[in-house]
């Protein structure tokens, strides 16, 4: 029987090398592996089927709020860039382009499509009538800047979702920008599991051509801080770059005000390294692509009785993501093992004593817990677990957030915390020049956020000891 079975696991402790696990981790759960084309990666169903999860919930808020999808063309104009000035500067370095010979024009591939997308709210916005205009799309980006791929986090091209929008009052725009950050931090802290800080990027950190970029930031458990999504008030640089102007009630022309927002697939990432173990992935129950797996177990004399109580096991549960193993030639051991590697969260056994009992086990996959569970109880009993996992997960990553923030006391107590990768509190005076002396002396450490709440009395700036103007955080980031 075991002659078909390979070994499982992950090779590497999360403790020992965060990397390599990390590596294994996606690549032997099947989430997603390294592509022939350099720095490009291909996303696996079970990759994807997380992003469709992640898709389906994030489209509902947002069709809520009014949000239409459309799309819009992969390549952009070289002309549309040096509309924007800033906007230009800050993407030219991550460009790919490719030469029209007929036309004698360079396209790039869109690294983001606020460009693309405002050419046609130019002639789409004629009045106050057309506003507010809340377009998303979700689609596919490039960005030619990376010099070594890891999965899901850092890769040339990568899956996400960008949100645009105009409206006629800088109070509306400034007001639904932060609509879409809080709608962020749902996602992450709801469907997720993971908790987030919410606040404002540094001038040297904002996104090129922005007025205000608003950002969100998780703790990996290698110290590192990573960039959940961001939302960003755009002010009226890209009307007035791109044309857009409507008549207002007054029969006065305007400009109006814009802001754009997003997340990417850098988000599945996010939940492997939160979560998961050294057995390998734990995947919070409201995002796994299957939420349970049932593996009979038997002998051949009672393999066709133990199946069909299977069976009937699951298409009693048909409320939820359920996977029925019944492979030949595996052991129950061996499909226990790969169903932790891929993280499925709830595991039920059923064998021929279990049948007489009209029970089963029930094992979790974050913490292993088994129990014994009566088939008439058993969907009550799984809401509840799969409700206390999703909890216990969101708890723990929490505890390991908040026990890893530190306010440092003086520039020496900052550097030593920044090596102790911890995630440091310290005030600022928000000049860029500081910000990269304080980089370039920590080994990289940046600017993650400015919190939205700040304490009523700002000390002076933990590196150059001028004023400070906030409190900021500060880290090493992916």
């Known amino acids: 029987m075991a002659k078909k079975e390979e070994k499982l696991g992950i090779n590497v402790k999360k403790a020992d090398d965060f990397s390599e696990w990390y590596n294994e981790a996606v690549i032997k759960s099947e989430l997603a592996e390294h592509s022939v084309i350099k720095g490009f990666m291909v996303i696996r169903p079970r990759g994807y089927a997380i992003w469709e999860n992640i898709q389906n919930y994030f489209d509902k808020q947002i069709k809520k709020l009014g949000v239409k999808n459309a799309y819009f063309p992969l390549l952009i104009p070289d002309y549309f860039f040096k509309k924007e000035a800033e906007h230009a500067k800050g993407f030219a370095p991550e460009l790919a382009w490719i030469s029209e010979k007929e036309e004698g024009i360079r396209y790039a591939v869109r690294p983001t499509s606020e460009t693309i997308m405002y050419d046609s709210y130019g002639k789409w916005i004629r ?45 509306e725009c400034e007001r639904e920008t932060l609509i879409y950050l809080k709608e962020y931090k749902k996602l992450c802290e709801e469907l997720l599991a993971i908790p987030v800080l919410e606040g404002k990027k540094t001038e040297k950190e904002k996104f090129a051509g922005a007025k205000t970029t608003y950002s969100l930031e998780a703790l990996m458990p290698d110290g590192k801080a990573l960039q959940m999504g961001t939302s960003h008030n755009l002010g009226q640089n890209f009307a007035k770059a791109f044309n857009i102007k409507y008549l207002g009630k007054d029969e006065k022309e305007y400009l109006p005000w814009q802001n754009s927002w997003g997340f990417s697939t850098r988000l599945i990432g996010a939940i492997v390294m939160v979560h998961s173990d050294d057995k390998g992935l734990v995947l919070p129950p409201k995002v796994a692509p299957t939420q349970i797996v049932i593996v009979p177990i038997y002998k051949s004399d009672n393999k066709n009785k133990i199946i069909k109580k299977a069976s009937e096991i699951k298409n009693k549960l048909k409320t ?33 004593k279990d049948i007489v009992k009209n029970q089963v086990v029930l094992v ?27 909890k216990s997960l969101f708890d723990k990553a929490k505890k390991f957030l908040n026990s890893n923030i530190v306010e440092a006391k003086d520039w020496n107590d900052f550097v030593k915390q920044i090596k102790n990768r911890k995630l440091v509190k310290a005030f600022f005076c928000g000049n860029v020049e500081c910000e990269d002396c304080i980089k370039d002396k920590t080994g990289g450490a940046t600017s993650r956020l400015i919190p939205l709440e700040q304490p009523g009395k700002i000390g002076k700036c933990v590196h150059c000891n001028k004023e400070g103007k906030f409190l900021v955080y500060f880290g090493k980031a992916y």
């Open 320 to 352: 939820y993501s359920v996977k029925l193993d019944d492979r030949d030639g595996y052991t129950p051991g061996w499909k226990f093992n790969e169903w932790e590697l891929k993280g499925v969260p709830l595991r039920i056994e059923i064998g021929p």
């Open 127 to 171: 009045s106050w009538r057309d506003l507010p205009l809340r377009i998303n799309q979700w689609c596919n980006i490039l960005r030619w800047e990376v010099k070594q791929t890891k999965l899901f986090l850092r890769t040339r091209e990568f899956l996400w979702q960008e949100g645009h929008c105009v409206y006629a009052t800088e109070n």
């Open 364 to 390: 979790r996959r974050d913490d292993n817990n088994k129990e014994f569970v009566k088939i008439t109880q058993l969907d009550k009993k799984i809401k509840s677990v799969l409700d206390d996992m999703q």
